[in-house]
């Protein structure tokens, strides 16, 4: 049990400074992109807390605003 509640606590952590990282240039939002997408298939299925869920619907918003339409565009 302590081995997932560890691991929950780095995913919230990994998505916060995601979070506060993420930034607006074009090259940068590209990598940001990538990183989002990456995240999700890593953590795909895990259980996340309600902060931990604030955070991701946060990211989840910031990617529809900033990645699908650049993704759709290739």
Do not use: I, P
Not at 14 to 35: E, F, H, K, P, V
Not at 37 to 48: A, C, D, H, K, P
């Amino acid at each position: 049990m302590k081995k997932f509640a560890a691991s929950t606590h780095c995913v919230g952590a990994l998505l916060a400074g995601l979070l506060l990282s993420l930034t607006s240039t074009t090259a940068s939002a590209d990598y940001r992109c990538t990183q989002l997408e990456e995240l999700n298939r890593q953590y795909m299925g895990v259980s996340l807390t309600s902060e931990q869920q604030t955070v991701k619907r946060k990211l989840v918003a910031w990617y529809n605003a900033n990645c699908k339409t650049r993704r759709a565009a290739r």
